[in-house]
């Protein structure tokens, strides 16, 4: 999330609950404790949020307020169509996708988005090259 809008983010999110922490990736050390050990991660249109809903049991949340995406960024309908959580466009969506109640359709988000969490992936990459390098033998 831009600097500029962290510190307002944080204020308004640390008033209804003690538990959330701010970290950034200066602090790599924290960061990485933080981002394994944590159910939501608030980010903006960012890959790490892909990464975090890899992790079974967690919640990526979107926060993408108008102002922001008008300055920065363009989601295309793909990223409408394969977001792995809910994207918030102000605070009272992002307090709201806090909720308990919430995370199950957090976790349905998730799941749809990857068609595979079996530890083969390795297998499949490995296969289709393997296929396509023999057939162009």
Known sequence: IPAQHVECLAAILRAHSSNIRFVNNNDTHTFNHIFNTSQYLITDYSSVGYDFAYYKKRAPIFFMPEKFIKGHYVPTSLFEKIIPGPKCLDIK????SLRPEQYKNHKLSTKAFFRF???ENCKRAFDVTHSVSESAL
């Open 117 to 119: 969490m079996d530890s």
């Open 93 to 96: 969506s992002v307090i709201k």
